[in-house]
């Protein structure tokens, strides 16, 4: 047998975890939909974000079952992993940073520690994530 190269081990350890991930990706939203609706009715756009991050979810669910796919495994996790930035960043910035959304986001991020990314496409990921956050200059800040 030979040795895996750095590419194909991240697409192996990918692979691994895509049913778990993607799962988790599709289902973990759901509850957070009532929430949107009660704190921030006037926002409806939160529950799109959140019916996105399900849909995203299932489909990369299914996509990961295509041979195609399989030897890509890892660019799946780039997607889902540019979606949950995306939307968690959206979220924040239309919620003006809300206590309550702060705790998702975190968990967001402490979840890219987690994913068998490089570093860079990692540091990519929160860096559009905070840009989504903070359009006009961080509040935090």
């Known amino acids: 047998t030979h040795g895996h190269t750095y590419e194909e081990e991240l697409n192996r350890q990918c692979m691994v975890l895509s049913t778990p991930t993607y799962v988790l990706t599709a289902i973990a939203w759901i509850p957070y939909i009532q929430l949107d609706r009660m704190m921030f009715p006037e926002l409806p756009v939160l529950?799109?974000?959140?019916?996105?991050?399900?849909?995203?979810?299932?489909?990369?669910?299914?996509?990961s079952?295509?041979?195609?796919?399989?030897?890509?495994?890892?660019?799946l996790f780039i997607f889902i992993g540019a979606y949950l930035g995306f939307s968690t960043g959206?979220?924040?910035?239309?919620?003006?940073?809300?206590?309550?959304?702060m705790g998702?986001?975190?968990?967001?991020?402490?979840?890219y520690l987690l994913?068998?990314?490089?570093?860079?496409?990692?540091?990519?990921?929160?860096?559009a994530t905070l840009l989504l956050f903070c359009p006009s200059g961080?509040?935090?800040?």
């Open 47 to 63: 529950v799109l974000l959140r019916i996105g991050l399900i849909v995203t979810g299932f489909t990369a669910l299914f996509l």
């Open 65 to 75: 079952r295509l041979a195609y796919f399989k030897k890509r495994a890892y660019w």
């Open 90 to 101: 959206l979220i924040l910035g239309l919620v003006a940073g809300d206590p309550i959304y």
């Open 104 to 111: 998702g986001f975190a968990l967001v991020v402490f979840c």
């Open 115 to 127: 994913m068998p990314l490089k570093p860079t496409h990692v540091l990519a990921i929160l860096g």
């Open 138 to 141: 961080c509040p935090m800040a």
